[in-house]
């Protein structure tokens, strides 16, 4: 860490274990990801604040490279665990852990990346049937029903209308689980 941590005690008397504990708690988190820059805990004791009661409230700060911050800032509502000093101080340290992961898997862009939505058109409508068959960017011919249509937006659906759809196998082929009208294109465009 380039700037030692910061730990101010609120409504609690300062004991060096506890002092200590923080300290192995902050350089475990440093050992296992290694890029926090600077970083300040905040220990507030029991009746500190009015709604929680008894409890304690562990806030914990981590700056992290090209300004990506960690902030455990918030106690879980009346979970009564956090009466108890340990527990709230393991659970604050396990969320910034949590939240140190997800930063640093950003900063490396191994962030999940989903498929795009695949972007259909309407061919034919049947009204009396209540369903419909789209074209798919492939070309297959995908079925879907009334009921797979979002908002309500069956009625007003002509052939030629652009969709996105979820497309998964059916009893008898291709159908689309959920279909979502995308806005027509003034013409011209």
Wanted: hydrophobic residues 35%; without cysteine; glycine residues 8%.
């Amino acid at each position: 860490m380039q700037t030692p941590i910061q730990i101010d005690f609120q409504g609690v008397d300062t004991s060096e274990s506890v002092r200590e504990s923080l300290l192995n708690h902050v350089a475990e988190l440093e050992d296992k990801f290694g890029r926090i820059t600077a970083g300040r805990v905040v220990l507030k004791g029991p009746g500190a604040r009015h709604r929680q009661g008894g409890l304690y409230e562990v806030n914990i700060w981590l700056t992290l490279p090209g300004g990506r911050e960690v902030a455990v800032v918030r106690t879980p509502r009346l979970d009564e665990r956090h009466a108890d000093l340990a527990f709230a101080i393991n659970d604050a340290f396990h969320r910034a852990r949590r939240q140190l992961q997800d930063q640093v898997r950003r900063m490396r862009k191994d962030v999940k990346t989903h498929d795009a939505t695949p972007v259909g058109t309407v061919v034919r409508l049947t009204t009396p049937s209540d369903h419909g068959f789209l074209s798919a960017p492939d070309g297959h011919e995908v079925y879907f029903h009334r009921n797979s249509v979002l908002n309500r937006q069956f009625g007003r659906l002509k052939v030629g209308d652009k969709v996105a759809f979820v497309e998964e196998a059916g009893d008898k082929g291709p159908q689309a689980s959920t279909v979502r009208r995308l806005p027509r294109q003034p013409a011209g465009i």
